[in-house]
């Protein structure tokens, strides 16, 4: 099963990720996971990105198509992925097509004006990059992750500039690969509003 999934910043991605990664037992491959943790590793790659993640803007196509190549030989990629945040370009995508075959794509459709108080209220955990929403999905505990007891934090550009902007370059950039992969015959379509259990059991559904 190699999957992607599209939608905007806050639409849901790393959540139903995260779940699908348990259902089906093949790893979510976050390009933005991977780009923090260069950042925090503080390599020449994480200082260049920073400089675009924190304008809210794309890191380009070259770098984070390096790190998509080098992620996808790897040994736990045999039986499938899911896709988080890549492809997020026409020319990721062009790319990505000739690095291997896509099975599905869901893409997660939000109203635009939910964005910035789901991105707003997302805490992550420093430990394992659970997901949590201090209104819509709080943790059990203030600030400590139900999973793993890890310490949850506010990720740097979930303030309200840089959704805002994040938002713009997803409208510009991203949006146009939904009807891309329509013309595919891959895009399969799912309501992100609801329940992030019920959202899960329709992804399941269309993958059927
Ligand atoms: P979101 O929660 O908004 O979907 P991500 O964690 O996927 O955010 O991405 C955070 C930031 O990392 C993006 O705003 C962008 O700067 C950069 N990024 C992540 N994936 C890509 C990609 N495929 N192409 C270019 N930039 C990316
Ligand atoms: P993405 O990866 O697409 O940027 P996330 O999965 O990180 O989105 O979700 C963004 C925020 O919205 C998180 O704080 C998450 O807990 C919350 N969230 C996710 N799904 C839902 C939902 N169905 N209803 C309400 N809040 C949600
Ligand atoms: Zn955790």
Same mark, same amino acid.
């Given at each position: 099963? $190699?999957?992607?999934?599209?939608?905007?910043?806050?639409?849901?991605?790393?959540? =139903? /990720?995260? !779940? +699908?990664? *348990?259902?089906?037992?093949?790893?979510?491959?976050?390009?933005?996971?991977?780009?923090?943790?260069?950042?925090?590793?503080?390599?020449?790659?994480?200082?260049?990105?920073?400089?675009?993640?924190?304008?809210?803007?794309?890191?380009?196509?070259?770098?984070?198509?390096?790190?998509?190549?080098?992620?996808?030989?790897?040994?736990?990629? $045999?039986?499938?992925?899911?896709?988080?945040?890549?492809?997020?370009?026409?020319? =990721? /995508?062009? !790319? +990505?097509? *000739?690095?291997?075959?896509?099975?599905?794509?869901?893409?997660?459709?939000?109203?635009?004006?939910?964005?910035?108080?789901?991105?707003?209220?997302?805490?992550?955990?420093?430990?394992?990059?659970?997901?949590?929403?201090?209104?819509?999905?709080?943790?059990?505990?203030?600030?400590?992750?139900?999973?793993?007891?890890?310490?949850?934090?506010?990720?740097?550009?979930?303030?309200?500039?840089?959704?805002?902007?994040?938002?713009?370059?997803?409208?510009?950039?991203?949006?146009?690969?939904?009807?891309?992969?329509?013309?595919?015959?891959?895009?399969?379509?799912?309501?992100?509003?609801?329940?992030?259990?019920?959202?899960?059991?329709?992804?399941?559904?269309?993958?059927?």
């Amino acid at each position: 099963m $190699k999957l992607i999934l599209l939608g905007a910043p806050g639409a849901g991605k790393g959540t =139903q /990720a995260q !779940k +699908l990664v *348990e259902h089906y037992k093949i790893p979510q491959i976050s390009t933005g996971d991977l780009l923090r943790a260069a950042v925090k590793a503080g390599t020449e790659l994480g200082k260049q990105a920073n400089e675009y993640m924190t304008a809210g803007k794309l890191v380009p196509d070259e770098v984070v198509i390096g790190l998509i190549e080098e992620r996808l030989k790897e040994d736990d990629c $045999k039986d499938g992925f899911i896709l988080d945040g890549f492809p997020r370009t026409v020319a =990721q /995508a062009e !790319k +990505l097509e *000739e690095i291997t075959d896509i099975d599905a794509v869901v893409n997660i459709a939000v109203d635009t004006s939910i964005l910035l108080d789901r991105l707003t209220g997302r805490r992550t955990c420093k430990e394992c990059n659970a997901m949590y929403h201090l209104i819509f999905n709080p943790p059990k505990e203030e600030g400590k992750c139900d999973a793993c007891g890890g310490e949850l934090y506010q990720r740097a550009d979930d303030n309200e500039e840089t959704v805002k902007s994040r938002i713009e370059t997803y409208n510009e950039s991203t949006a146009p690969l939904v009807d891309f992969y329509r013309k595919k015959g891959k895009l399969k379509e799912v309501d992100g509003q609801g329940a992030i259990d019920e959202i899960f059991q329709n992804i399941l559904k269309v993958l059927e």
